[in-house]
């Protein structure tokens, strides 16, 4: 849609009036009486987000499907409960089909007109359309007629969150082998990779997190970018409010507000002792504990070792995790200066991976 017709029909729209409208599984869902204007209002935002991120660099964009209310309540059943496969932090995630495609509907469970919340949908949306890669979730449509624009994205069959593998009752029954943790790293940081370094700014996440990332048997892929800024590097006068998950935050932005790469970088380093200690990073944030300190004291007292689940000691190569915990470190070192690139990060998380396929192969 151009930005002259947004413009006309933006001026021929009127005052709309909010509505509570209740499905047919009693389940309210916040809607404008005049449709029009949220279509109106979301999508010019949306393009204009869009804009700004295509700026300075021929990207191809996905092909965003831009549907309507009723085709949101049609594919959800009229917000069926039987149809969500996923509820997290107040979202439902409903399996749905457009288009004979297998898809997920990503709805707010208390739909809330906050700007702050329209804006983060909105960001998520123009950036997972704007980047496309393997191990980011696809985007395939959005509904811009209600007061949170709600996303159709693609379907990541017996996916699990990350979260749960390490933490959850799966934890107990099949605990995550260093093959999966290996490769679960590996694609997080070449999707960060991507974002740092894909469009003439670079897109920062700041909101990693083992509860953010699906996993299946064979890839890892990030679900939501909404809490991402586009820097320009070099800028020290820029500040930004402090986002983000408790205990994987960086420190040094939570200091300064000075939001730059190594940013994700810390987060993910704190991700990669997730997956050594099969420790809960927010968990233990929450109880006043940081997972990095404890890490860190512990390897200077008695050793790598004395950290690392033991299930991955029982598997694992020692020098293939030994080499994962000192990158770790490097990482989430104090000083964003001395931490690598998230492509360095790539490059010595691929030589770990080789050295499993090469111990796999001999082994055959």
């Known amino acids: 849609m151009k930005l002259g017709i947004l413009a006309k029909l933006l001026f021929l729209s009127g005052q709309a009036k909010w509505e509570t409208k209740k499905t047919k599984k009693n389940k309210e869902v916040l809607k404008f009486e005049s449709k029009e204007e949220y279509f109106i209002k979301n999508g010019g935002i949306l393009l204009e987000k869009q804009i700004a991120l295509r700026q300075g660099k021929d990207i191809e964009a996905g092909q965003l499907r831009i549907l309507s209310a009723d085709d949101i309540e049609k594919a959800t059943n009229n917000y069926d409960p039987d149809q969500i496969c996923r509820s997290y932090n107040g979202v439902s995630f409903y399996k749905g089909t457009f288009d004979n495609k297998v898809v997920v509907i990503k709805t707010p469970e208390k739909p809330d007109p906050n700007p702050e919340h329209v804006q983060l949908f909105l960001t998520d949306i123009a950036i997972r359309t704007v980047l496309c890669h393997n191990n980011m979730i696809k985007i395939h449509g959005?509904?811009?007629?209600?007061?949170?624009?709600?996303?159709?994205?693609?379907?990541?069959?017996?996916?699990?969150?990350?979260?749960?593998?390490?933490?959850?009752?799966?934890?107990?029954?099949?605990?995550?082998?260093?093959?999966?943790?290996?490769?679960?790293?590996?694609?997080?940081?070449?999707?960060?990779?991507?974002?740092?370094?894909?469009?003439?700014?670079?897109?920062?996440?700041?909101?990693?997190?083992?509860?953010?990332?699906?996993?299946?048997?064979?890839?890892?892929?990030?679900?939501?970018?909404?809490?991402?800024?586009?820097?320009?590097?070099?800028?020290?006068?820029?500040?930004?409010?402090?986002?983000?998950?408790?205990?994987?935050?960086?420190?040094?932005?939570?200091?300064?507000?000075?939001?730059?790469?190594?940013?994700?970088?810390?987060?993910?380093?704190?991700?990669?002792?997730?997956?050594?200690?099969?420790?809960?990073?927010?968990?233990?944030?929450?109880?006043?504990?940081?997972?990095?300190?404890?890490?860190?004291?512990?390897?200077?007292?008695?050793?790598?070792?004395?950290?690392?689940?033991?299930?991955?000691?029982?598997?694992?190569?020692?020098?293939?995790?030994?080499?994962?915990?000192q990158l770790a470190l490097k990482c989430v070192a104090k000083n964003g200066e001395e931490r690598p690139s998230m492509i360095g990060v790539v490059e010595e998380l691929w030589l770990i991976q080789d050295q499993l396929n090469n111990r796999s192969a001999f082994k055959v």
């Open 142 to 325: 959005c509904c811009l007629e209600t007061c949170v624009p709600l996303t159709v994205h693609e379907f990541f069959p017996t996916s699990k969150a990350l979260h749960d593998c390490l933490h959850g009752d799966m934890a107990l029954l099949k605990p995550l082998s260093w093959t999966s943790r290996l490769r679960a790293a590996t694609d997080i940081a070449y999707a960060l990779s991507y974002m740092h370094n894909a469009l003439s700014h670079p897109l920062v996440h700041r909101d990693i997190m083992s509860s953010g990332i699906l996993l299946d048997s064979f890839h890892a892929k990030l679900t939501f970018c909404g809490y991402s800024v586009a820097i320009t590097p070099g800028n020290k006068d820029q500040r930004w409010p402090i986002h983000g998950t408790p205990g994987y935050i960086d420190p040094e932005y939570i200091k300064t507000q000075e939001v730059t790469e190594k940013c994700d970088v810390y987060s993910f380093g704190v991700l990669m002792l997730e997956l050594l200690t099969s420790r809960d990073p927010s968990e233990m944030a929450r109880c006043g504990n940081d997972l990095v300190d404890d890490f860190v004291s512990v390897v200077e007292k008695i050793g790598v070792k004395a950290m690392i689940d033991t299930i991955l000691l029982e598997e694992g190569n020692i020098d293939e995790i030994q080499g994962f915990a």
